[in-house]
Structure formats: C-alpha cells, structure tokens
C-alpha cells in the first residue's frame, strides 16, 4: 500500500465529522501531486477555546513512494492580540493537534509552481519581528494569504466556502 493511501486512511479518520472538499486546479501533468489545504475550526466549548484556521502543504512523492504534509498556522506568541499587538509565531498544527480538530477542510490540488507559490508565505510569515492582532494579522489572514499568491485559487476556494 502507498504511504499516501496510509496518510488519507488517518487523515479521512480524523475527519470524519468534518465537511471536506476538493478542488482540482493543477494545469500540467507531472508525476508528483501537490496540495495546499486549507482548514478551520469553530470556538468550542462555549468559548473557552478559540477557533482556529491553518493551511496545509502536501506533496506526494511518485519516485519515492512518499507523502508529506506540513500543516501550520500563525498564532500569538504571547498573550491574545485581541486588544493591541503582541510577538508571533508559526506553530506546527499537527504537533499542537489542530489538525484532528478541524470541521472543515479545502484540499486544491495544484502544480509544484504554485505549490512552490503558496509555500512562500511560511518564510515570510517566520519572521521575528512579525506580529499578531486579531481580526488584522491573525490565523485567518494567514491562511488568506497562502492562497493569495495563487490567485488562480482564489474565486474557487471562496465559492467552496458558500
């Protein structure tokens, strides 16, 4: 069995409450597959804990018979950023278990340039100096930018999200 066959058994377990849906918008055919997925999760539990949005990187290897997927969202580094603006971080949301928690899941396949594209955001978004406030620099205009610089996502993903 293919490890990808392995990671979607898990990842469709995981899920199986969640409204999962998937866009095809790569253009060129290459041996290799490549993903940007994009999830979220409500408030829960009456407000004491956050909701959340985070994207995905996944790449299915055909040479190597391999799969990786490198979920990460942005987050406060200390305190909420609810009210003024605080240090921040790129967190790894499979390690923080956000990925288990998400109700709903976008996956575009797309081609390794606008893989390559997308990924971009994480380095730019790593950066020290960057900060965190809600509704202005937060998880969810993170997860916006990621499938900003592939405008070709962008009229898709906001369609699936009606």
């Not at 597959?33 to 996944?58: D, E, I, M, N, Q």
């Not at 396949?109 to 390559?116: L, N, P, R, S, Y």
């Amino acid at each position: 069995m293919r490890w990808s066959a392995v990671l979607l058994t898990v990842s469709l377990a995981a899920f199986a409450l969640a409204d999962i849906q998937r866009i095809d918008k790569h253009t060129k055919l290459e041996r290799d597959r490549y993903f940007v997925v994009f999830f979220s999760r409500p408030v829960l539990k009456g407000g004491l804990t956050a909701g959340h949005a985070f994207v995905a990187w996944a790449h299915e290897d055909h040479d190597h018979n391999f799969s990786i997927e490198e979920p990460f969202g942005y987050y406060p580094k200390k305190g909420t950023g609810l009210f003024w603006w605080v240090p921040a971080e790129i967190k790894d949301d499979f390690l923080s278990g956000s990925v288990g928690k998400a109700t709903q899941v976008l996956t575009v396949q797309v081609d390794k340039a606008t893989f390559e594209k997308s990924h971009d955001i994480l380095q730019k978004w790593s950066d020290p100096k960057n900060k965190y406030k809600l509704t202005v620099k937060d998880c969810v205009t993170f997860k916006l930018r990621a499938h900003d610089v592939a405008k070709t996502l962008r009229k898709d993903v906001v369609k699936a999200g009606k």
